[in-house]
């Protein structure tokens, strides 16, 4: 007798199986549009949150050298139209979240008049200070600010750093050619302390008093008489006086990088050699 063979029912999983549609494979970015994503990716981020800035001038010794590469926060002061790649309008040219800077803070900001270059200074004065220098110390609203001279600040001679001046110029035991610089400890009241270089008598030190006008700040750089600032006239390439908080891209808040100008790109090795690596990391 044969047997019928049996057919085992189908079951309800198997059924659902054939009645969902299949879903198309999910289609890749092109290399061009993933380009295109990583770029807008970058431009925010850079815009609203952190971005590099180079040092390419002396005018911030002793505490930033030319050739560090430092961290610049966007969000502490608010955004504007400047805060944005090639000053695209879509920000006012006012600031949003706006907030005022304290005095002490080192900021970026674009340079006037023609606010196309970004430069770096200390801020010294805010809206109602009054501002003056008299035989290089600073004065804040008619009292001045503790200026108290410390151990002279050392720089080795590398293609970054060169020497003020040959009065300047100083050889170690060991043959290493340096700057030595007269540096002072500066405290503003409130307690923020950073060290400034100070060369001798010089025409920015002394200056007529200057009140500090609602919206703006007053800058200097540290190297009080190597700095283009708020008490240099445009005339002179200096700020021509306190500068709009609206100018200001952003706050200093961490080194990212250092390198003293040696390195060579044929020359893997100096990569390395040219590295300031006990820079890298320190904050503001």
């Known amino acids: 007798m044969t047997e019928t063979p049996t057919v085992a029912p189908a079951s309800p999983t198997d059924a659902a199986s054939a009645d969902t549609p299949v879903k198309p494979a999910k289609k890749e970015d092109s290399f061009p549009v993933f380009l295109l994503k990583l770029a807008l990716f970058v431009a925010i981020f850079r815009s609203f949150f952190l ?8 005018s911030m010794l002793p505490r930033l050298l030319v050739g560090d590469y430092l961290l610049l926060a966007k969000w502490p002061y608010g955004y504007s139209r400047k805060s944005l790649p090639f000053g695209v ?9 706006a907030a005022q800077p304290k005095r002490g803070d080192v900021v970026v900001f674009k340079a006037p008049p023609e606010a196309e270059e970004d430069w770096i200074k200390r801020v010294i004065g805010l809206p109602g200070d009054t501002i003056q220098m008299k035989n290089g110390v600073v004065w804040l609203n008619g009292q001045a600010i503790p200026k108290v001279r410390v151990a002279d600040f050392q720089v080795p001679v590398t293609p970054n750093t060169a020497c003020y001046s040959a009065e300047f110029e100083a050889k170690l035991a060991d043959g290493t050619d340096v700057c030595r610089y007269p540096q002072y400890r500066e405290t503003l009241p409130g307690g923020r302390s950073y060290t400034v270089l100070d060369f001798g008598q010089r025409d920015n030190d002394n200056t007529d008093p200057v009140m500090v006008p609602e919206g703006k700040v007053f800058l ?9 600032d708020s008490r240099v006239p445009f005339d002179r390439n200096g700020l021509g006086g306190p500068v709009p908080q609206d100018n200001i891209l952003g706050r200093a808040t961490v080194m990212m990088f250092s390198t003293d100008g040696g390195a060579e790109w044929i020359k893997p090795w100096t990569w390395f050699s040219a590295a300031r690596f006990d820079r890298i990391g320190s904050g503001f």
């Open 51 to 58: 971005a590099p800035f180079y040092i390419p001038s002396e």
């Open 220 to 228: 200097m750089g540290d190297n009080r008489d190597n700095s283009a």
């Open 89 to 97: 309008p879509l920000l006012p040219e006012s600031r949003i979240f």
